[in-house]
């Protein structure tokens, strides 16, 4: 057990050491494009935290820059295998549940989606890609994804500054 600010929190699972560069909350910038909508800018902020299990809860939010209203949210699980591979699994508002596996190295986390579902109102995505790159307090990532009807293609890109954590 840890105390911070005065409250008692678990220790850090040591399976999650892979991943414990990500912790704490991270704000940015980053912008997106794909075939099907006009490019766009975003506001960002993303936090890993833990309980003590092998598991990191994950949350993310963004907000239009020029007024502030919400753009997307998604919150999910980033279960470490170490000694290098990690397995994740993202619910998106939009009713699309996303199962990735990848792998961790030395700052550098490669996602690819295994599994993908969706209710049946969501659009059609079919492939999720994410590649993420950690240097001290800055992270920073790509997705790319197919989805109604086009191929694998650059969709999203940001630059995140760790201010807690």
């Known amino acids: 057990m840890a105390t911070v600010l005065g ?3 678990p220790d850090l699972h040591p399976d999650c050491a892979i991943l414990a560069g990500l ?3 991270w704000r940015g910038e980053g912008a997106g494009e794909y075939p099907t909508i006009d490019p766009f800018s975003y506001r960002e902020e993303v936090t890993f935290t833990h309980v003590g299990t092998p598991v990191l809860w994950y949350t993310q939010r963004t907000r239009n820059p020029a007024s502030g209203l919400p753009m997307h949210a998604e919150t ?3 279960r470490p295998l170490p000694p290098d591979r990690v397995e994740v699994v993202i619910a998106h508002p939009t009713g699309v549940a996303e199962i990735q596996e990848g792998t961790v190295d030395r700052g ?3 996602l690819k989606s295994a599994s993908i579902t969706h209710t049946a109102t969501a659009k059609e995505v079919t492939v999720v890609e994410r590649s993420f790159r950690l240097d001290g307090d800055v992270l920073s990532y790509t997705l790319r994804m197919a989805a109604v009807g086009e191929p694998v293609t650059h969709h999203l890109a940001a630059e995140l500054r760790r201010v807690h954590g």
């Open 7 to 9: 409250v008692d929190t």
């Open 23 to 25: 912790l704490g909350t």
């Open 76 to 78: 999910g699980f980033w």
């Open 108 to 110: 550098r986390i490669e």
